[in-house]
């Protein structure tokens, strides 16, 4: 089992919709759980860090479910701009690497 | 702002070749990191460095080494080049204090022949 899965998608996601996915892990003790998204042929950046139960930034969300081991994140208000892949990141037992998961691709469709 | 830059965003090198890929960063973060990502097999930790002339082995360090003797430059270093080693690469870098998230330099992609 990878220490950090995500569903590959594509989500294909009406403008203006609400969209969910989520990020599961498996090393228990991981603290700091990090969002990024990557563009095609981008590198990733950061668009959320997640310490404790969960962040909001305008329209992102992320929801940490400890008990469960995942991570969600969540967009509303799609924008056309908003289609990406999104990488989530789980840091190594509270050290200084990152293990990352295979990222979720999003399309915002008109 | 964090800026990770690296030297070149593509370069084509030849088989057998020794190739270098440079990374700098402006924000005097000790950790730097260098991956790929490979369609289908995500990011994967090539090495990574802690401070100056430190460094560890990654998930994958098999046919790279790393340089770090200055705190503000990681370099790659591809000793034999082979078509397996065809990728993006990606440095990144974060600060010492612990659960704090990478930065990502804009990648190289790296073809070789």
């Known amino acids: 089992r990878k220490e950090v899965e995500q569903d590959p998608g594509p989500f294909n996601v009406p403008e203006g919709a609400t969209v969910a996915f989520n990020c599961t892990y498996s090393n228990s003790a991981s603290q700091s759980f990090f969002w990024y998204r990557q563009d095609c042929r981008k590198e990733p950046k950061l668009l959320m860090s997640?310490?404790?139960s969960g962040n909001e930034d305008g329209r992102f969300t992320a929801q940490l479910n400890r008990a469960s081991q995942y991570i969600s994140l969540l967009i509303r208000d799609s924008k056309l701009s908003d289609s990406a892949t999104y990488l989530c990141?789980?840091?190594?037992?509270?050290?200084?690497?990152?293990?990352f998961g295979g990222g979720t691709r999003v399309l915002v469709k008109p | 702002d964090v800026k990770v830059t690296q030297s070149s965003r593509y370069l084509v090198k030849r088989t057998g070749e020794k190739v270098f890929l440079e990374c700098v960063q402006d924000?005097?973060?000790?950790?730097m990191f260098w991956y790929r990502q490979d369609p289908g097999l995500g990011l994967r930790l090539i090495y990574f460095s802690y401070d100056v002339k430190m460094k560890e082995k990654g998930d994958i360090p098999e046919g790279y080494s790393v340089s770090r003797e200055k705190k503000e430059r990681f370099s790659l270093i591809l000793e034999s080049a082979s078509t397996n080693q065809t990728s993006m690469y990606l440095c990144?870098?974060?600060?010492?204090?612990?659960?704090?998230?990478?930065?990502f330099g804009d990648g190289t992609r790296l073809s070789i022949l």
């Open positions: 924000m005097d973060h000790e950790n």
């Open positions: 990144a870098s974060s600060p010492q204090l612990g659960n704090q998230p990478q930065h």
């Open positions: 990141a789980g840091d190594k037992a509270a050290g200084n690497k990152l293990t």
């Open positions: 997640v310490y404790s």
